[in-house]
């Protein structure tokens, strides 16, 4: 729980930042970045917590929405919403592609704590991943980036599955776990900067 901690806090600050930078790129009122921020940050954890019958996480627990605040709090104040940093998408396709690895890193650690079979792994650590972001782009109209970006969900996947095999050959612990994160990171800038994309039939 400890590795799970971890991954659950730098996945909330990444994708705060993503749902930050997606708000004022659409103009939202004040309302409107909170709501795409928490959306971003908890609506996978919602999702995935409902599926598996628990109260979701983020109500019984008070540091998820601390640290969303804290978050947004500190990106106003280092001025990160202006329009010379919002012009160069690196920032928001580094803080989202963190948060898809460590979501997803974060819900394979889950299911693996709830002695989940391969299946049901890889499932909660898709749906921590992807599904803020899903919400969050279906309500201000946009196209879900898992519909448009073969590499995105499928990080998550592989992410998962990685986790799993090596919870499996009994090598699961912190180290291992930087090193599947940084692959996947790394996996996830390439694939974005060479457009690279999965066979189409």
């Known amino acids: 729980m400890d590795l799970f901690f971890v991954a659950d806090i730098i996945g909330i ?19 409107g970045i909170l ?13 995935r917590d409902i599926l598996i019958d628990r109260t979701p996480f983020v109500f019984t627990h008070t ?51 709830e002695d989940f079979n391969f299946f049901g792994v890889l499932i909660v650590g898709f749906l921590t991943a992807i599904g803020g972001g899903v919400i969050r782009d279906i309500m201000i109209n946009e196209v879900p980036a898992i519909l448009i970006s073969d590499f995105y969900g499928s990080i998550a996947l592989l ?26 990171i790394t996996l996830r800038l390439l694939s974005y900067k060479y457009k690279w994309s999965l066979p189409k039939l």
């Open 13 to 31: 600050i990444a994708f705060s930042i993503s749902g930050f930078l997606v708000a004022l790129k659409n103009n939202l009122d004040l309302l």
């Open 35 to 47: 709501i795409a921020s928490f959306l971003t940050s908890i609506g996978g954890g919602i999702v």
């Open 63 to 113: 540091y998820p929405s601390l640290t969303i605040i804290i978050t947004l709090i500190t990106v106003i104040l280092i001025n990160l919403q202006t329009k010379e940093k919002l012009q160069d998408s690196k920032l928001f396709v580094l803080s989202d592609t963190i948060g898809l690895v460590a979501f997803s890193l974060a819900g394979a650690l889950l299911g693996i704590e």
């Open 159 to 184: 992410s998962s599955a990685l986790l799993y095999l090596l919870n499996t050959l009994s090598s699961l612990n912190s180290i291992t776990l930087g090193i599947v994160a940084l692959f996947s």
